[in-house]
Protein backbone atom coordinates (compact mmCIF):
# COMPACT_ATOMS: atom_id res chain seq x y z
CA UNK A 1 0.00 0.00 0.00
CA UNK A 2 2.95 2.26 1.08
CA UNK A 3 4.66 1.28 -2.02
CA UNK A 4 1.29 2.57 -4.13
CA UNK A 5 1.23 6.11 -2.52
CA UNK A 6 4.78 6.68 -2.82
CA UNK A 7 4.28 5.95 -6.90
CA UNK A 8 1.13 7.98 -7.30
CA UNK A 9 3.06 10.94 -5.29
CA UNK A 10 5.95 10.29 -7.68
CA UNK A 11 3.53 10.24 -10.50
CA UNK A 12 1.97 13.60 -9.47
CA UNK A 13 5.35 15.51 -9.30
CA UNK A 14 6.30 14.44 -12.48
CA UNK A 15 2.98 16.03 -14.17
CA UNK A 16 3.51 19.21 -11.56
CA UNK A 17 7.28 18.81 -13.31
CA UNK A 18 6.06 19.14 -16.92
CA UNK A 19 3.73 21.48 -16.56
CA UNK A 20 6.31 23.46 -14.88
CA UNK A 21 8.52 23.26 -17.77
CA UNK A 22 6.01 23.38 -20.21
CA UNK A 23 5.39 26.84 -18.56
CA UNK A 24 9.01 27.52 -18.68
CA UNK A 25 9.34 26.67 -22.71
CA UNK A 26 6.23 28.83 -23.05
CA UNK A 27 7.88 31.72 -21.45
CA UNK A 28 11.06 31.29 -23.22
CA UNK A 29 9.15 31.47 -26.63
CA UNK A 30 6.68 34.24 -26.09
CA UNK A 31 7.67 35.95 -23.79
CA UNK A 32 8.53 39.42 -25.36
CA UNK A 33 5.32 38.82 -26.97
CA UNK A 34 3.78 38.69 -23.49
CA UNK A 35 5.51 41.51 -22.30
CA UNK A 36 4.40 43.95 -24.92
CA UNK A 37 0.93 42.77 -24.55
CA UNK A 38 1.10 43.78 -20.85
CA UNK A 39 2.90 46.85 -21.78
CA UNK A 40 -0.25 47.44 -24.25
CA UNK A 41 -2.73 47.04 -22.00
CA UNK A 42 -1.11 49.16 -19.33
CA UNK A 43 -0.68 52.28 -21.63
CA UNK A 44 -4.68 51.63 -22.62
CA UNK A 45 -5.58 51.58 -18.86
CA UNK A 46 -3.39 54.54 -17.79
CA UNK A 47 -5.04 56.55 -20.81
CA UNK A 48 -8.62 55.65 -20.00
CA UNK A 49 -8.08 57.09 -16.71
CA UNK A 50 -6.41 59.79 -17.62
CA UNK A 51 -9.08 60.57 -20.05
CA UNK A 52 -11.66 60.42 -17.58
CA UNK A 53 -9.69 62.69 -15.03
CA UNK A 54 -8.57 65.36 -17.67
CA UNK A 55 -11.32 65.15 -20.56
CA UNK A 56 -14.21 63.64 -19.66
CA UNK A 57 -15.20 64.22 -15.89
CA UNK A 58 -14.32 67.92 -16.61
CA UNK A 59 -16.81 68.13 -19.28
CA UNK A 60 -19.02 66.36 -17.03
CA UNK A 61 -19.20 69.02 -14.56
CA UNK A 62 -18.89 71.34 -16.87
CA UNK A 63 -22.02 70.67 -18.50
CA UNK A 64 -23.49 70.44 -15.13
CA UNK A 65 -22.57 73.64 -13.92
CA UNK A 66 -24.55 74.85 -17.32
CA UNK A 67 -27.48 73.36 -16.20
CA UNK A 68 -27.68 74.79 -12.78
CA UNK A 69 -29.91 77.86 -14.51
CA UNK A 70 -32.40 75.95 -16.65
CA UNK A 71 -33.14 73.64 -13.85
CA UNK A 72 -33.86 76.33 -11.30
CA UNK A 73 -36.06 77.89 -13.99
CA UNK A 74 -37.66 74.11 -14.28
CA UNK A 75 -38.56 74.10 -10.57
CA UNK A 76 -40.15 77.21 -10.77
CA UNK A 77 -42.43 75.88 -13.37
CA UNK A 78 -41.14 78.53 -15.95
CA UNK A 79 -40.76 76.12 -18.83
CA UNK A 80 -39.82 78.25 -21.73
CA UNK A 81 -37.06 80.14 -19.61
CA UNK A 82 -35.76 76.52 -18.89
CA UNK A 83 -35.81 75.15 -22.20
CA UNK A 84 -34.50 78.66 -24.53
CA UNK A 85 -32.57 80.15 -21.17
CA UNK A 86 -32.80 84.02 -20.38
CA UNK A 87 -30.64 85.36 -22.75
CA UNK A 88 -27.64 84.90 -19.37
CA UNK A 89 -28.28 81.19 -18.68
CA UNK A 90 -28.07 78.71 -20.99
CA UNK A 91 -31.42 76.64 -21.67
CA UNK A 92 -31.83 72.55 -21.59
CA UNK A 93 -31.83 73.17 -25.43
CA UNK A 94 -28.86 74.80 -25.67
CA UNK A 95 -27.16 72.91 -23.04
CA UNK A 96 -27.87 69.07 -24.90
CA UNK A 97 -27.11 70.94 -27.88
CA UNK A 98 -23.84 71.83 -26.72
CA UNK A 99 -22.38 68.75 -24.32
CA UNK A 100 -25.22 66.13 -25.62
CA UNK A 101 -25.30 63.29 -23.15
CA UNK A 102 -22.36 64.85 -20.54
CA UNK A 103 -25.60 67.09 -19.41
CA UNK A 104 -27.06 63.89 -17.82
CA UNK A 105 -30.07 62.38 -18.18
CA UNK A 106 -32.20 64.42 -16.09
CA UNK A 107 -31.71 67.30 -18.63
CA UNK A 108 -33.32 65.30 -21.19
CA UNK A 109 -36.14 64.76 -18.81
CA UNK A 110 -36.55 68.40 -18.32
CA UNK A 111 -36.53 69.35 -21.79
CA UNK A 112 -39.05 66.87 -22.87
CA UNK A 113 -41.33 67.78 -19.89
CA UNK A 114 -40.58 71.84 -20.88
CA UNK A 115 -41.90 71.02 -24.25
CA UNK A 116 -44.56 68.89 -23.20
CA UNK A 117 -45.89 71.76 -21.12
CA UNK A 118 -45.43 74.13 -24.22
CA UNK A 119 -47.47 71.72 -26.35
CA UNK A 120 -44.37 71.00 -28.41
CA UNK A 121 -45.13 67.23 -28.67
CA UNK A 122 -43.14 65.76 -30.72
CA UNK A 123 -40.12 67.56 -29.41
CA UNK A 124 -41.62 66.67 -26.41
CA UNK A 125 -40.91 62.75 -27.26
CA UNK A 126 -37.88 62.85 -28.93
CA UNK A 127 -35.95 64.47 -25.39
CA UNK A 128 -37.95 61.72 -23.28
CA UNK A 129 -37.36 58.88 -25.23
CA UNK A 130 -32.90 59.97 -25.06
CA UNK A 131 -34.00 59.81 -20.92
CA UNK A 132 -32.16 56.88 -19.73
CA UNK A 133 -31.73 57.29 -16.50
CA UNK A 134 -31.84 54.65 -13.28
CA UNK A 135 -34.97 55.83 -11.12
CA UNK A 136 -37.68 53.84 -11.70
CA UNK A 137 -40.11 56.34 -10.30
CA UNK A 138 -38.45 59.06 -12.65
CA UNK A 139 -38.39 56.46 -15.84
CA UNK A 140 -41.84 55.58 -14.84
CA UNK A 141 -42.73 59.70 -15.24
CA UNK A 142 -40.44 59.83 -18.61
CA UNK A 143 -42.60 56.91 -19.68
CA UNK A 144 -46.25 59.04 -18.82
CA UNK A 145 -45.15 62.02 -20.05
CA UNK A 146 -44.61 60.07 -23.73
CA UNK A 147 -48.47 59.23 -23.07
CA UNK A 148 -49.54 62.56 -22.69
CA UNK A 149 -47.53 63.66 -25.34
CA UNK A 150 -49.13 61.16 -27.37
CA UNK A 151 -52.35 61.91 -26.72
CA UNK A 152 -51.60 64.99 -27.09
CA UNK A 153 -51.08 64.33 -31.00
CA UNK A 154 -54.53 62.36 -30.75
CA UNK A 155 -52.47 58.75 -31.13
CA UNK A 156 -53.92 57.21 -28.38
CA UNK A 157 -52.97 53.68 -29.39
CA UNK A 158 -49.12 55.62 -28.57
CA UNK A 159 -50.50 56.95 -25.58
CA UNK A 160 -51.58 53.39 -24.53
CA UNK A 161 -48.64 51.56 -24.93
CA UNK A 162 -46.40 54.39 -23.51
CA UNK A 163 -48.85 54.27 -20.47
CA UNK A 164 -48.64 50.58 -19.96
CA UNK A 165 -44.90 50.70 -19.85
CA UNK A 166 -45.08 53.50 -17.16
CA UNK A 167 -47.26 51.15 -14.97
CA UNK A 168 -44.68 47.95 -15.35
CA UNK A 169 -42.08 50.58 -14.65
CA UNK A 170 -42.38 52.04 -11.24
CA UNK A 171 -44.96 50.97 -8.68
CA UNK A 172 -46.02 53.66 -6.09
CA UNK A 173 -48.58 55.91 -5.59
CA UNK A 174 -48.17 58.27 -9.00
CA UNK A 175 -49.25 54.64 -10.86
CA UNK A 176 -52.63 55.21 -10.00
CA UNK A 177 -52.32 58.49 -12.55
CA UNK A 178 -50.83 56.32 -14.91
CA UNK A 179 -53.76 53.91 -14.50
CA UNK A 180 -56.05 56.23 -14.97
CA UNK A 181 -55.06 57.61 -18.25
CA UNK A 182 -54.39 54.41 -19.71
CA UNK A 183 -58.30 53.71 -19.04
CA UNK A 184 -58.89 56.57 -21.04
CA UNK A 185 -56.96 55.93 -23.37
CA UNK A 186 -58.32 52.32 -23.92
CA UNK A 187 -62.43 54.02 -23.62
CA UNK A 188 -60.79 56.39 -26.66
CA UNK A 189 -59.69 53.28 -28.52
CA UNK A 190 -63.21 51.28 -27.88
CA UNK A 191 -61.60 48.54 -25.58
CA UNK A 192 -63.61 48.70 -22.70
CA UNK A 193 -62.51 45.85 -21.26
CA UNK A 194 -59.49 47.06 -20.76
CA UNK A 195 -60.22 50.36 -19.49
CA UNK A 196 -62.58 48.48 -16.67
CA UNK A 197 -59.79 46.81 -15.60
CA UNK A 198 -56.84 49.48 -15.55
CA UNK A 199 -60.06 51.38 -13.33
CA UNK A 200 -60.26 48.02 -10.93
CA UNK A 201 -56.35 48.42 -10.54
CA UNK A 202 -56.97 51.87 -9.25
CA UNK A 203 -60.07 50.27 -6.39
CA UNK A 204 -57.93 47.35 -5.77
CA UNK A 205 -54.31 48.39 -5.33
CA UNK A 206 -54.60 52.29 -4.96
CA UNK A 207 -57.78 52.70 -2.57
CA UNK A 208 -56.41 55.68 -0.65
CA UNK A 209 -54.99 57.98 -4.09
CA UNK A 210 -56.60 60.56 -4.95
CA UNK A 211 -57.88 58.65 -8.44
CA UNK A 212 -59.70 56.05 -6.08
CA UNK A 213 -62.09 58.76 -4.91
CA UNK A 214 -63.78 59.05 -7.68
CA UNK A 215 -63.17 55.47 -9.69
CA UNK A 216 -66.36 53.97 -9.09
CA UNK A 217 -67.91 56.35 -11.28
CA UNK A 218 -65.76 55.46 -14.33
CA UNK A 219 -66.67 51.41 -13.19
CA UNK A 220 -70.39 51.94 -12.94
CA UNK A 221 -70.07 53.54 -16.79
CA UNK A 222 -68.67 51.06 -18.42
CA UNK A 223 -70.50 48.36 -16.28
CA UNK A 224 -73.75 50.00 -17.10
CA UNK A 225 -72.64 49.93 -21.01
Not at 53 to 63: D, G, I, M, N
Not at 165 to 180: F, P, Q, S, V
Not at 185 to 203: M, P
Request: hydrophobic share 45%.
Amino acid sequence: MATKKVNNQTETNQAVGEAVSGVELFLKKHGNLLSTILLVLLIIACALVALNRWVLKPAQEEARAAWTGADRYFQMGQYEQALNGDGNALGLADVIEQYGKKAGAGAFFEAGVCQLQLKNYTEAINYLKKYNGKDALLKARALACIGDAYVGLEDNAQALASYKAAIAAADNALTAGYLLKAGIAAEDLGRKEEALGFYNQIKVKYPNTIEAMDIDKYIARLSAE
